[in-house]
């Protein structure tokens, strides 16, 4: 994702989307999140936004980042190699390493943008935009989020859940 995604994006823009997150409530689009370079949920452990797997990157960040680092050659052990130099996985990069350098949303707007598993009450949304691993109770057809229950499951796997309505 840092050194070889933004090769393949010909937009100013790129809506990340792993499999363990989804768009939930598309009518909560932000056009103001544009004027950003990193948009994404909160880390489920910082009240920092970070997690990457539901994220709006900027291309101009992502060239940027990539020509600090290696370009991945393809392989598992070259992918280990960078990962171990980097001490974070690549959203840790991106929200420790280069906050300085980018405009990164405030976590306010992140919140708004996703949950990804953040358990203070303060940041819990009822109707984010989606959501990347929030462990929390999702209804996918009214695209709820309820993060009342804090005991929640951090296993949760949404899966089966998104096959029902794929």
């Given at each position: 994702m840092l050194t070889r995604a933004y090769e393949f994006?010909?937009?100013?823009?790129?809506?990340?989307v792993q499999r363990d997150g989804f768009i939930l409530n598309p009518g909560k689009w932000d056009n103001e999140w544009l004027r950003l370079d990193y948009i994404a949920p909160l880390f489920m452990q910082y009240d920092i936004v970070g997690s990457g797997g539901f994220s709006l990157r900027s291309k101009r960040m992502m060239e940027t980042i990539a020509g600090d680092w290696p370009k991945w050659d393809g392989t598992h052990e070259h992918a280990t190699k960078i990962q171990e130099?980097?001490?974070?996985?690549?959203?840790?990069?991106?929200s420790f390493k280069y906050h300085h350098r980018f405009k990164i949303a405030a976590a306010g707007q992140a919140c708004e943008f996703g949950q990804g598993g953040n358990r203070n009450p303060k940041y819990f949304r009822e109707r984010p935009l989606g959501f990347h691993r929030t462990f929390q109770k999702i209804d996918f057809k009214t695209g709820r989020v309820d993060s009342s229950d804090l005991s929640a499951d951090l296993c949760r796997n949404y899966d089966s859940y998104i096959n029902e309505i794929v």
């Open positions: 994006i010909d937009t100013e823009f790129c809506l990340v130099t980097m001490n974070y996985y690549e959203d840790g990069v991106i």
